[in-house]
């Protein structure tokens, strides 16, 4: 026998419907693109199908009866405010249908659910309810780390320019002065002391007095 159920928090809730729809709806729709190129018209991209859809159309009855078919029956307004009460949750209930040539059982969210009082039986409630298939996805977390030695701003390097500045040729020693400090001052090397001395015939580069006049 078919059998139609509909549970919620991992079965935590659930109701089986107690008469058999009258109808059972469901849609499979395609989702390929269709793109016009250059030299050679229109080509088609072929994706998977959209999620499926299932439509149900059917009675909650006030009153047992031959045409019912679960083994419980609740009231009416009990299944109006399960479903609605569900959905509001924002989460997907299961949708199992078994016994049929469309045996399933889906994680679905609930699309669209419209119902109204039966004329003539009073307290019978008619429903139209539609689910969508929920396909269940994780997202993954990333973090973006800044790498401090890569975002700092580049420093363009720079070629010193040339000196532009005669050199001397002749230096006179102040008070302070030292062959490195007088080379460093004139020449911009303080290694070239030694030529200094040379010129100047000094032995001891140490030994120099405040107005000595050097070659440069």
Sequence with gaps: MAKIYLSFNNQAEAFEFPVLPEEVEIKEKG???????????????????????????GLFPME???????????KPAVYVEKIKRWRDTGKPVRLVITGTSVDLSWACTIEDFSYKEKAGAVGDI????????????????V???????????????TEQ????????????????????????KCLGDSGKY?????????ANPSLIYP????QL
Excluded: M
């Design 64 to 74: 047992n009866g031959p045409y019912v078919t679960s083994k419980y029956l609740l």
């Design 31 to 57: 989702n390929n693109k269709s793109h016009i190129l250059q030299n050679i018209g229109e080509v088609t991209i072929i994706n998977k199908v959209k999620a499926y859809t299932l439509t149900l159309k």
């Design 194 to 202: 030694k030529e200094i001395a040379k010129k100047n015939n000094i």
């Design 126 to 141: 008619e429903y139209i309810i539609s689910f969508k298939e929920y396909r269940w996805f994780k997202v993954k977390k």
């Design 211 to 214: 107005g000595q006049v050097l």
């Design 161 to 184: 320019r040339p000196v532009e500045k005669e050199i001397p040729k002749t230096y006179t020693v102040q008070t302070g002065d030292t062959l490195c400090s007088i080379s460093k």
């Design 143 to 157: 973090e973006i780390v800044s790498d401090l030695k890569t975002s700092q701003p580049a420093i363009a390097k």
